[in-house]
């Protein structure tokens, strides 16, 4: 069975920070490029982060540029979203996400290019 789990989230003040984990199994990690999107309640899914299977990063929001910053530690099977400089803005639920199906070494820009998603993890930022 392939499986995406994130963890890490929670509330966390304005300026704060968190580091999100999405933690595969049943699949060759490293060999496919995991994505970060995130939903805010009443909104759409939006695209946060992508990290391709040769580790090459790209941040997809600008609104997140300078703060986030995704990696992977092939060892663990993990790859981490670190959220720096919070606002409430950031507040979603936040999915890992792959392409388990076929040609899933790189990185895609919409949610409906990924078949396979993590449960989410909240996110909450507030004073």
């Given at each position: 069975?392939?499986?995406?789990?994130?963890?890490?989230?929670?509330?966390?003040?304005?300026?704060?920070?968190?580091?999100?984990?999405?933690?595969?199994?049943g699949f060759t990690y490293d060999d496919y490029a995991i994505a970060w999107f995130r939903q805010a309640p009443g909104k759409g899914r939006e695209g946060v982060?992508?990290?391709?299977?040769?580790?090459?990063?790209?941040l997809y929001a600008d609104s997140v540029k300078g703060r986030f910053t995704i990696s992977r530690d092939s060892a663990k099977?993990?790859?981490?979203?670190?959220m720096n400089s919070l606002s409430?803005?950031?507040t979603a639920d936040y999915y890992c996400a792959a392409v388990t199906a076929d040609q899933g070494w790189?990185?895609?820009y919409h949610p409906h290019e990924y078949d396979?998603?993590?449960?989410?993890?909240?996110?909450?930022?507030?004073?």
């Open positions: 069975e392939v499986q995406l789990v994130e963890s890490g989230g929670g509330l966390v003040q304005p300026g704060g920070s968190l580091r999100l984990s999405c933690v595969a199994s982060a992508c990290i391709d299977s040769g580790d090459e990063p790209t099977n993990t790859v981490y979203l670190q409430p803005e950031d790189y990185c895609r396979t998603w993590g449960q989410g993890t909240q996110v909450t930022v507030s004073s």
